[in-house]
């Protein structure tokens, strides 16, 4: 199981997840219940086109109740980025446009991906995706960031699926050695089989305190698809503490 740079909630009530039967719109309630300020009043503005991040794949899954996850591999060529906004745009069948994250009153780990490192690939995941029904594309614009020299160092380990009454999520350990807590931090995975993605998610986590010491169970991400035994990817990405 490949672990990326990861961060997430300390002292920690659980992030929230969905059952497999909930609508979008459920779900986005209660990952936005997990930040202080989950959700944005502006619309994502991509401006300069991004010359040191680029996309590398996309992938559009399926879930129970018509649920539906945009999970996209980015790669950094030269040094890290804060802040990348991300434009996502799907189109139907005929061309028409069917969702956009270009709206605002959503989240901003759906317009961005806080932090980009170089050298590594990293999983930015839209998973409040809809009406994207039938054969169609996906097209994906990434803005500049903020370069950053000075990266947080959050990390996660022990990565792996469990259960409960609200069905089977990931969940994980994480420890904060960036010296400063870290507040309102998205949480990405996919599960890769054959390398293909057949399951995508996100999380939100509230805050994780500055401490050497590990968080157990420290997050709950619920899939959009069926991870089964596949393999795990997990990328999240540190904002406190990021400077030049």
Same mark, same amino acid.
């Not at 992030?15 to 609508?23: K, Q």
């Not at 996309?55 to 980025?81: F, I, K, M």
């Not at 259960?163 to 309102?184: C, K, P």
């Given at each position: 199981?490949?672990?990326?740079?990861? /961060?997430? /909630?300390? +002292?920690?009530?659980?992030?929230?997840?969905?059952?497999?039967?909930?609508?979008?719109?459920?779900?986005?309630?209660?990952?936005?219940?997990?930040?202080?300020?989950?959700?944005?009043?502006?619309?994502?503005?991509?401006?300069?086109?991004?010359r040191g991040v680029h996309v590398v794949s996309t992938s559009l899954v399926r879930g129970d109740g018509g649920a539906q996850a945009v999970a996209v591999r980015?790669?950094?060529?030269?040094?890290?980025?804060?802040?990348?906004?991300?434009?996502?745009?799907?189109?139907?069948?005929?061309?028409?446009?069917?969702?956009?994250?270009?709206?605002?009153?959503? *989240?901003?780990?759906? *317009? *961005?991906?806080?932090?980009?490192?170089?050298?590594?690939?990293?999983?930015? =995941?839209?998973?409040?995706? !809809?009406? /994207?029904?039938?054969?169609? !594309?996906?097209?994906?614009?990434?803005? /500049?960031?903020?370069? =950053?020299?000075? =990266?947080?160092?959050?990390?996660? !380990?022990?990565?792996?699926?469990?259960?409960?009454? !609200?069905?089977?999520?990931?969940? +994980?350990?994480?420890?904060?050695?960036?010296?400063?807590?870290?507040?309102?931090?998205?949480? &990405?995975?996919?599960?890769?089989?054959?390398?293909?993605?057949?399951?995508?998610?996100?999380?939100?986590?509230?805050?994780?305190?500055?401490?050497?010491?590990?968080?157990?169970?420290? &997050?709950?991400?619920? &899939?959009?698809?069926?991870?089964?035994?596949? *393999?795990?990817?997990?990328?999240?990405?540190?904002?406190?503490?990021?400077?030049?």
């Amino acid at each position: 199981m490949r672990r990326c740079l990861c /961060a997430a /909630a300390a +002292g920690l009530a659980a992030a929230l997840g969905l059952a497999a039967c909930e609508s979008n719109i459920d779900r986005s309630a209660k990952i936005a219940a997990q930040g202080h300020h989950a959700i944005t009043d502006t619309q994502v503005k991509v401006g300069a086109v991004n010359r040191g991040v680029h996309v590398v794949s996309t992938s559009l899954v399926r879930g129970d109740g018509g649920a539906q996850a945009v999970a996209v591999r980015l790669r950094a060529d030269g040094g890290a980025q804060a802040a990348v906004p991300v434009s996502l745009t799907v189109k139907g069948a005929g061309g028409a446009t069917a969702y956009t994250n270009g709206l605002a009153g959503i *989240q901003p780990s759906l *317009q *961005q991906i806080a932090l980009v490192m170089p050298g590594r690939d990293v999983w930015w =995941v839209d998973d409040q995706v !809809s009406g /994207a029904t039938g054969a169609g !594309s996906i097209h994906v614009r990434l803005g /500049a960031g903020r370069l =950053v020299r000075r =990266v947080p160092d959050v990390t996660a !380990s022990a990565v792996h699926m469990t259960g409960d009454s !609200s069905g089977r999520y990931l969940t +994980g350990t994480l420890i904060n050695r960036s010296g400063v807590a870290q507040a309102d931090l998205p949480l &990405f995975a996919v599960a890769l089989r054959g390398g293909r993605v057949v399951a995508a998610g996100r999380a939100i986590i509230g805050r994780l305190a500055a401490t050497p010491s590990p968080v157990r169970n420290a &997050f709950s991400l619920y &899939f959009v698809g069926a991870p089964g035994d596949a *393999q795990i990817d997990v990328t999240v990405a540190p904002t406190a503490g990021a400077g030049a």
